[in-house]
């Protein structure tokens, strides 16, 4: 017996607990997976994600809800990290992916969002609509492949018979009918619209079956005994203005065309308010095209815009409605950024 204490003590000190040694499961999502991950078809998905818990807790994954399909994903389970590998991307890889991190009846759970995008298909189809002076007027529909992810737009190409060499004359244009101007006369055109959305433009394009023969102007002889034809016309516009949404930090184009004799005068208005010579628009108005350039949109530059043609014989207008930038604006720039 050890001096100072009794016979037969009882020993005071206690075990540990065993909850002491217990450490909750948590997920350490990174903060690039926080938003939807975007990769190519072909690309390479390697995600390793961090977490914690004391004893080591048991990881598993979901693909929308159901278990991985083991012959396209792989899964390695560390003590302290889980690694999602899919070697060469699909778009049936696209979907919602969820970790959750189990010890015992504690779980943390984390999603991340996979988008596997690619080219899109061409537009389906591109006609000749109209031909006028040194104009030609297009439309097209849209593709039915979209590659999975949102058009940015559609370029537009010319090329003349004489050369056969292609030009681009219009770039990640929003709508589905356009009007080619300042096109030589005596020469004859073709016209071939591409889709395009993040991974780049279509790998094909439809051509016009017909061609645009732009001719000299016919000389009007006066004989006498017959009056000279009247060509003077009130303002008509043959393309409306198109509604859209503007991007925050991107210049929005507004297009339109107008045919009238003698030519009219282009007066731009907001919400019914004249703005002519603010310099947040520029406005263009060039054998019967007319455009109007919103510099570098912000909250409120939404509204109602008319475009009004005016000349001696009467008026005309056409009205759209701009949407300022929304939520999906900033969303769709970080996504721009990690691509």
């Avoid at 017996?1 to 607990?17: I, V």
């Avoid at 292609?166 to 300042?182: G, I, Q």
């Avoid at 310099?279 to 510099?295: M, N, V």
């Avoid at 009004?308 to 949407?323: M, Q, T």
Wanted: glycine fraction near 8%; include cysteine; charge should be positive.
């Amino acid at each position: 017996t050890r001096p100072g204490s009794p016979q037969g003590g009882r020993d005071h000190r206690r075990a540990a607990s065993p909850s002491l040694s217990l450490s909750h499961p948590k997920i350490w999502l990174p903060r690039t997976l926080r938003q939807t991950y975007i990769r190519k078809v072909g690309d390479t998905v390697n995600l390793l994600i961090p977490f914690q818990g004391k004893p080591k807790p048991r990881a598993t994954w979901t693909h929308d809800g159901y278990a991985l399909d083991a012959s396209r994903v792989s899964v390695r389970n560390g003590e302290q990290d889980s690694i999602l590998f899919i070697r060469e991307a699909q778009r049936a890889d696209s979907g919602r992916y969820q970790l959750s991190v189990q010890l015992g009846e504690l779980e943390a759970t984390a999603t991340i969002d996979i988008l596997v995008i690619e080219r899109p298909g061409p537009p389906q189809s591109i006609k000749l609509v109209d031909v006028w002076g040194s104009n030609a007027t297009l439309e097209w529909t849209p593709p039915q492949d979209t590659g999975n992810a949102a058009l940015l737009g559609y370029t537009v190409q010319k090329a003349d018979t004489k050369s056969g060499l292609w030009f681009t004359v219009l770039e990640r244009y929003h709508h589905t009918s356009f009007t080619v101007s300042d096109l030589i006369v005596g020469n004859s055109y073709s016209f071939r619209v591409f889709a395009e959305n993040q991974c780049g433009l279509s790998e094909t394009a439809p051509i016009t079956a017909d061609l645009a023969h732009i001719q000299k102007a016919a000389t009007i002889s006066k004989t006498e005994g017959f009056a000279q034809r009247d060509f003077s016309e009130a303002p008509k516009f043959t393309q409306p203005l198109a509604d859209c949404t503007t991007v925050t930090g991107y210049d929005t184009q507004l297009f339109c065309c107008v045919r009238a004799s003698p030519k009219p005068k282009i007066i731009w208005l907001k919400n019914k308010m004249d703005i002519q010579g603010n310099p947040k628009y520029r406005a263009l108005s060039h054998l019967g095209i007319c455009s109007l350039e919103i510099r570098k949109p912000g909250p409120f530059d939404g509204g109602i815009y008319t475009c009004k043609a005016v000349n001696p014989l009467g008026e005309a207008s056409v009205d759209c409605r701009v949407d300022p930038p929304g939520p999906h604006s900033d969303c769709l720039e970080s996504i721009q950024s990690l691509i």
